[in-house]
């Protein structure tokens, strides 16, 4: 059996993030086409505002506010 190179590998697992066409996963944290979309995650993590980035919408007021509650949303999921 061949192995593989670690070139393709990391190749491989680029390409399979750019094609992924679930909403959200292209920033991992949630970037959304509607602001309606955006406020529906907001209130699944305690945001309670949005904002728009590039033309498409992120809960929360910012990404620093996102990441933080992405945060505490996990670190309360694990305890």
């Not at 933080?68 to 949303?73: I, K, P």
């Amino acid at each position: 059996m061949r192995a593989i190179k670690p070139l393709s590998a990391l190749s491989f697992g680029v390409l399979a993030l750019l094609v992924n066409p679930t909403p959200g996963m292209a920033h991992g944290k949630g970037i959304y086409d509607t602001e309606a979309e955006a406020q529906q995650r907001a209130a699944e993590i305690a945001c309670t505002t949005v904002h728009e980035n590039n033309g498409r919408w992120m809960p929360c007021a910012d990404e620093r506010q996102l990441h933080r509650q992405l945060r505490n949303n996990e670190a309360l999921r694990h305890n």
